[in-house]
C-alpha cells in the first residue's frame, strides 16, 4: 500500500486559475519530490525539500512554488495556470535506501 | 551534461520469453541506481536497485547488472508476462548532487500473447 497520496488525480482547469497540488506522505521522510513529466517522457525535477522549511528549485524551471510547513505535506501551487502547465506532477518521498517512493500523480489539463 | 538515456524506445516482446532494457549513464560518480515500472496512469513503483560497488543484483524474475566500466546498466525480465507492459525507467543518484535521483527516457515495454 502507498504512503505517499496525491490529490486530485485528474484535474481540468480553465487558463488564468491557481491551483494548488496536495501531496501527503505518513513515513516520516524528510525528503520530497516534485517531478513534471510528460506521457511517456522522462521525469524532469521541478522543486525538492529536506524538511520542514526547506525548499529548493529543481534542474527544470517551474512557474510553480512549493511550501513545507509539516514534514507530511508538500503542495505545489500555480498562481496562473496556462496550457503550457497541462502535464502529470508526480510527487515523491526518498527512504533510507536511497531510493524513491512515488505518489500516483496528478494529471493536470489547463484549457 | 550529465545524463542517463536508454537505448531503446519501445521493447516488443512475446509472452514467456526474458526482455533486456539497457540504460547508459554518463556520471562516474554515480553510486546508487534505480529500475522503476510505471504503468498508465500511475506513478513509477520501485523494481530493483543496485549500488556501484555491486556488479549484479537479482529480485524476483529481474536482474539488473552494472558495469562501470562502459557505464551500462541493464535490466533483464525473465519469462515476460502481460503484466510487465509498462515503461521502464533507469536513475542514478549522485549524493554530490544532494540526494536527486536523474531519470532517463523510458523504454516502452509491450508483451505480445
Known amino acids: 500500500e502507498a504512503d505517499i497520496y496525491q490529490t486530485p488525480r485528474y484535474l481540468v482547469i480553465g487558463t488564468g486559475k491557481k491551483i494548488t497540488l496536495e501531496c501527503s506522505q505518513t513515513m516520516g521522510h524528510d525528503k520530497m519530490y516534485w517531478y513534471q513529466q510528460d506521457p511517456g517522457m522522462e521525469l524532469h525535477l521541478i522543486h525538492y525539500s529536506y524538511g520542514v522549511n526547506s525548499t529548493e528549485k529543481g534542474d527544470l524551471s517551474s512557474e510553480s512554488t512549493v511550501s513545507r510547513i509539516r514534514t507530511e505535506h508538500f503542495p505545489l501551487t500555480l498562481e496562473s495556470a496556462r496550457p503550457s502547465h497541462t502535464s502529470q506532477y508526480l510527487c515523491?518521498?526518498?527512504?533510507?535506501?536511497?531510493?524513491?517512493?512515488f505518489g500516483s500523480g496528478t494529471r493536470l489539463t489547463v484549457v | 551534461g550529465e545524463s542517463v538515456g536508454l537505448h531503446l524506445p519501445t521493447l516488443s516482446v512475446q509472452e514467456g520469453d526474458n526482455s533486456i532494457i539497457n540504460c547508459a549513464y554518463s556520471n562516474s560518480a554515480s553510486d546508487y541506481f534505480i529500475w522503476y515500472k510505471q504503468e498508465s496512469g500511475k506513478g513509477p513503483q520501485f523494481i530493483i536497485d543496485i549500488r556501484s560497488n555491486m556488479d549484479k543484483r537479482q529480485g524476483q524474475r529481474v536482474t539488473v547488472l552494472l558495469n562501470k566500466t562502459v557505464k551500462h546498466l541493464s535490466l533483464q525480465i525473465a519469462a515476460t508476462q502481460p503484466g510487465d507492459s509498462a515503461v521502464y525507467f533507469c536513475a542514478e543518484n549522485i549524493r554530490s548532487a544532494g540526494n536527486k535521483l536523474t531519470f532517463g527516457g523510458g523504454t516502452r515495454v509491450l508483451v505480445k500473447p
Open positions: 515523491a518521498t526518498m527512504n533510507r535506501g536511497d531510493g524513491y517512493t
